[in-house]
């Protein structure tokens, strides 16, 4: 008896170990392809700038005489190899040092953090518009699959993910903002409330959590209203992405035996859907999510630009024009950063709820 205890518990001990092994090296890899993905990614965008022409031409071209353009391009290091710029730029963002703007001489790491926290604030919005919209309504479709309802909402999600992102602000703010007047139809605040919330001692940048701990309510009424319609206009683009993931893995859920076995006891349509098959169904959702979170930044600099929003996807457009070296690559970089770790930590949630992933 005691051998076959001792064999029984040496088999699980293997097992857990085994699989603790698994878990490890799986979200080592991961977290290793982190460095690849941003190189590959900051490498692209470095080379593309380079050939669509240096800034100091760009600005100052009609202004200058060739020897003096020549003297800027040399203080700026334009007129280096190109494979010297590539490393010295590496070597660069390996140290944290993201440069200075060559249009304003502003640092690359100030204008990232002036503005990263409203593009912040603006992608965790939209990711509660799209989560509100999307996982619900996929729920309704697969309750009625193939039927008007689930037609209907197939449609919408069609529409939502196919229109494009500033398409859907400018009919937004002509419908909310110019028709009915009942929403502001860009800005992040008001003047005033702006002027509060800015200075503000140690301000976060993120104007509604600011607006919460001024304690002024008329502030954040304020800012929830400036919100509402870039918001929309970049949720409802993942809302449709998340819609038809959630009723097709709904449904594959809704035919598993278990669910049949519910219903054979005469479980309810409602509570089979939000009580049994929900939970396995929102597994691949995890996942999806963090590739999500690119479109999202990618989406906000559309947005941004419609709605005047001041945060790294407007500054983005405004630097592009001017193809400001610097400015661009750092934030790329910063957007690569955040898709890449994102995504590390969505593989982490979903090892840790689903083992086979490990594998």
Do not use: C
Not at 120 to 149: C, Q, T
Request: zero cysteines.
């Amino acid at each position: 008896m005691s051998v076959l205890t001792e064999e029984a518990t040496g088999a699980v001990g293997t097992s857990d170990g085994a699989t603790g092994y698994g878990l490890t090296r799986y979200l080592v890899v991961r977290f290793l392809l982190i460095i690849p993905t941003v190189l590959v990614l900051v490498s692209v965008v470095f080379f593309l700038m380079r050939v669509s022409g240096d800034p100091i031409t760009t600005a100052f071209g009609d202004r200058l005489t060739p020897a003096q353009l020549q003297v800027k391009l040399h203080q700026a290091g334009y007129d280096r190899p190109l494979l010297t710029q590539y490393l010295d730029y590496l070597r660069s963002l390996a140290t944290g040092d993201f440069g200075r703007t060559a249009t304003d001489n502003q640092a690359v790491s100030q204008v990232l953090r002036t503005y990263g926290a409203a593009t912040v604030e603006l992608a965790g919005y939209a990711m509660l518009v799209a989560l509100a919209v999307g996982v619900p309504l996929g729920m309704v479709a697969a309750s009625y699959r193939d039927r008007a309802p689930d037609a209907a909402l197939r449609l919408f999600a069609i529409v939502n993910y196919a229109t494009p992102v500033f398409f859907l602000g400018l009919l937004l703010k002509l419908v909310f903002a110019v028709w009915l007047g009942w929403l502001p139809a860009s800005g992040r605040a008001g003047i005033d409330v702006q002027l509060e919330l800015q200075n503000q001692t140690s301000s976060t940048g993120l104007y509604l959590l600011d607006a919460i701990r001024s304690g002024d309510g008329s502030a954040v009424l304020d800012v929830l209203r400036h919100a509402v319609l870039p918001s929309l206009a970049l949720g409802l683009l993942v809302a449709g992405v998340l819609l038809r993931l959630v009723r097709t893995n709904l449904i594959g859920t809704l035919s598993a035996d278990y669910i049949e076995a519910a219903r054979s006891r005469g479980v309810s349509r409602f509570r089979l859907v939000t009580r049994h098959a929900t939970r396995p169904a929102l597994i691949p959702v995890v996942t999806v999510l963090g590739l999500q979170i690119a479109g999202l930044l990618g989406g906000t600099v559309l947005t941004e630009t419609t709605f005047e929003w001041k945060g790294l996807g407007y500054e983005l457009a405004h630097y592009l024009t001017l193809r400001d070296y610097p400015a661009v690559q750092g934030i790329v970089a910063l957007f690569a950063v955040v898709v890449a770790v994102t995504n590390f930590l969505v593989d982490v949630v979903a090892a840790l709820i689903d083992p086979r992933v490990r594998y």
